[in-house]
């Protein structure tokens, strides 16, 4: 009898189980957009947001797609690839830089938007706050109240009786009034040198030579970060011992840096994205602060300009390059 049973349920017994397996493949692989202003090569760090991705058990290939787009620093073509996610319905897109935002923004009112470096977004009018970002934008900033004044103390310790420094960066930079107040505490005088575009680098330089500047603070920008080759050659040329916001400047010849570590903020990230993809709402993620700090020093740059790096400067030091 129970063998008869068993006879007729097994027809319905298979159905079922194809049904769940056709389920199954039929159930949407995720897709992550990710979108960018600068070229590919500028984006080596991504391999940081996949190691993460990965950590959560999501992999590419396997359960999650991802659509890479560059816009090779043509803000024009910025706008169209982030219509083009848009249109591909990606799940969510992930700003790589603090450029591809606002594009991001204008294209869609309703796929979450995650930034990975955002400079201050509250004061940029890209969320209501860091507690509840409101919208469909959340993710990290990397800025944090301390770090003006972290660089300016590094500066002071790596320069001998530095006294005037200059400041590199776009008119519109939000860390001004940061650089500022840690110069009252740090006793130093600054020379601000706002340029918009590469071309105006040179002059500024030579601002800061008339002006008798002894070291130089470069802003991480959009106007900057694309040519850290071209500020590193002018800081050389005018024997200014700089401190940068980003380590790339460190590895083409700059003396230092101090930043957030993108490796952590890339990294990071990835929690971001998974939250919503579990169905967490963009507005309900708080938008973090960076907690990791890299300082890259160069010894044979700071050779070049006389300097000898304080031991205990040294010991801080994430990456040497000797």
Do not use: C
Request: no cysteine; glycine share 6%; proline share 7%.
């Amino acid at each position: 009898m129970k063998a008869k049973i068993l006879l007729y349920a097994l027809p319905a017994l298979i159905f079922t189980i194809i049904h769940l397996a056709e389920a199954q493949q039929a159930k949407k692989t995720p897709r992550i957009g990710l979108l960018n202003f600068g070229p590919a090569e500028h984006y080596r760090r991504q391999q940081h947001f996949l190691a993460g991705l990965r950590d959560l058990g999501w992999v590419e290939g396997e359960n999650i797609a991802i659509e890479r787009r560059y816009a090779n620093e043509s803000r024009n073509q910025l706008l169209d690839i982030a219509a083009e996610l848009v249109r591909l319905r990606v799940d969510v897109i992930v700003a790589l830089d603090s450029v591809a935002i606002r594009p991001a923004m204008q294209a869609t009112g309703t796929i979450p938007i995650v930034m990975v470096v955002s400079g201050d977004p509250v004061e940029a009018g890209l969320i209501d706050s860091l507690a509840r970002p409101g919208g469909n934008v959340t993710g990290l900033s990397n800025v944090s109240p301390q770090l003006a004044g972290k660089q300016l103390e590094l500066l002071k310790e790596t320069v001998p009786g530095v006294s005037k420094v200059a400041v590199l960066g776009p008119p519109t930079h939000e860390d001004w009034k940061e650089m500022a107040f840690a110069a009252l505490q740090q006793k130093v005088r600054l020379q601000t040198l706002q340029v918009r575009e590469p071309e105006e680098f040179e002059k500024a330089f030579e601002a800061a030579r008339t002006k008798r500047a002894k070291a130089l603070i470069v802003l991480p920008s959009p106007t900057t970060n694309y040519y850290p080759e071209k500020i590193v050659s002018l800081a050389a040329k005018y024997r200014l011992p700089a401190m940068y916001g980003l380590g790339s400047y460190v590895t083409v010849g700059g003396l230092m840096s101090y930043a957030p570590s993108l490796r952590a903020l890339f990294r990071r990230t990835a929690y971001y994205v998974d939250r919503i993809l579990m169905g967490v709402k963009p507005a309900d993620l708080p938008v973090e602060q960076p907690t990791k700090f890299d300082l890259v020093i160069n010894l044979k740059t700071a050779e070049d300009l006389g300097l000898t790096i304080p031991p205990l400067v040294l010991m801080r030091a994430e990456k040497v390059i000797k």
